[in-house]
């Protein structure tokens, strides 16, 4: 298999699987969710991303099981699809999980007892917004796993257990069918709590990139370990918390700061439907912080009151030093927002109106 990464810390890159790497990332899919013949997954993501080709097809050819699949996702149509094809699971990306919640349609809103066949939904390719989690199991009361994949290890590599008494929400969980570990800059590995990249050894891991022995010889460790480009800790129970990309960190006069911290906020806000922080030029610190927020349909959003939220909870030096207020954020194929485009929008806009 052919297929590309989403971009979103650079241009997308070619990745190669082979037959044994696909087998496995659906067998870890399977395995992980406890997948039996009858089960139905609701494939809702784009067959040309890892998770929609992976996890919702792969996973259930492997366990014997049966997949639905619409032509596209509809925010109107996805309960329907649920309760009428009778779906026990189903595998989506935080935008989608957002944007049920948001949904002011007919049929948005299910009664319960109506998706009691449904054993459990699964969030990937993202981080999942600890508020997004919350509100989302309790309007459905559906167990909602939130994992992490990658394209280039064929999916899956973290996830919380079935047991909903077991997640820890603002984490993907633990290490699924390969090794984790949590290393520096060194490649040496560091103790529970400490923050450094998200390193996995596996079988469902890729044959390199396309045409670039280079960058596939950078993506992995002397002792052979494939580097994510994530950041994290991880806690004694094993558990990973992501707290952001490597390419992606906002360094604020000499500072680190994680987008992924100021975006938990800004979804705490009520009437936000999608929200980015991102690090633009600042003269003085490098960089500065701005967000990126869309409200939800028939909502408007007071920055006033925005900024004083974000200022309480993460205090002056951390909060955004502007809100764009915006109809949509730039996504991939998956829904995963692409910060690096906001950045690049923000820069024209500010050149217009300079």
């Known amino acids: 298999l052919l297929i590309y990464t989403s971009g979103t810390t650079g241009r997308p890159k070619g990745v190669i699987h082979s037959h044994a790497s696909l087998l496995a990332g659906g067998a870890n899919t399977a395995a992980a969710h406890h997948l039996t013949p009858e089960d139905r997954a609701l494939c809702v993501l784009p067959l040309c991303h890892i998770n929609g080709q992976v996890v919702t097809v792969m996973g259930p050819l492997l366990s014997g099981s049966s997949v639905v699949m619409p032509s596209r996702f509809r925010v109107s149509m996805f309960w329907d699809w649920v309760s009428v094809h009778r779906c026990t699971w189903f595998s989506a990306v935080p935008t989608i999980i957002s944007y049920l919640l948001g949904a002011q349609e007919a049929g948005s809103n299910p009664e319960k007892n109506i998706l009691a066949h449904v054993r459990f939904g699964r969030s990937a390719s ?6 997004v989690h919350t509100a989302f199991v309790e309007r459905f009361g559906i167990p909602l796993i939130e994992t992490m994949g990658i394209t280039e290890t064929a999916a899956p590599i973290l ?12 984490s993907p969980g633990k290490s699924c069918g390969n090794e984790v570990r949590i290393a520096d800059e ?14 996995i050894r596996c079988h469902n891991i890729m044959k390199g990139y396309l045409k670039d022995p280079e960058k596939t010889r950078e993506a992995f460790t ?46 705490q806000f009520p009437g936000v439907l999608e929200a980015a922080a991102v690090g633009v030029f600042d003269s003085r610190y490098g ?15 007071d920055v006033d009151a925005l900024r004083a939220h974000c200022e309480k909870n993460l205090g002056r ?38």
């Open 317 to 354: 030096f951390k909060t955004p030093s502007v809100f764009h207020l915006m109809e949509t954020l730039p996504k991939g194929p998956s829904g995963k927002i692409q910060r690096l485009k906001l950045v690049d929008e923000i820069q024209k806009q500010n050149a217009g109106n300079g």
């Open 159 to 170: 996830s919380n257990p079935l047991n909903p008494k077991a997640h820890r929400i603002g």
């Open 287 to 301: 960089e500065e912080v701005a967000a990126c927020v869309v409200a939800s349909p028939g909502n408007l959003i």
């Open 186 to 199: 060194r490649s040496t590995d560091l103790e529970s709590g400490s923050e450094g990249e998200i390193q």
């Open 126 to 131: 993202a981080a999942l917004p600890p508020a």
């Open 222 to 267: 002397q002792d052979g370990w494939y580097r994510t480009g994530d950041l994290g800790q991880m806690d004694q129970d094993g558990y990973v918390f992501v707290t952001g990309r490597i390419k992606e960190l906002i360094i604020k006069g000499g500072e680190n700061i994680a987008p992924r911290e100021i975006d938990d906020v800004l979804y």
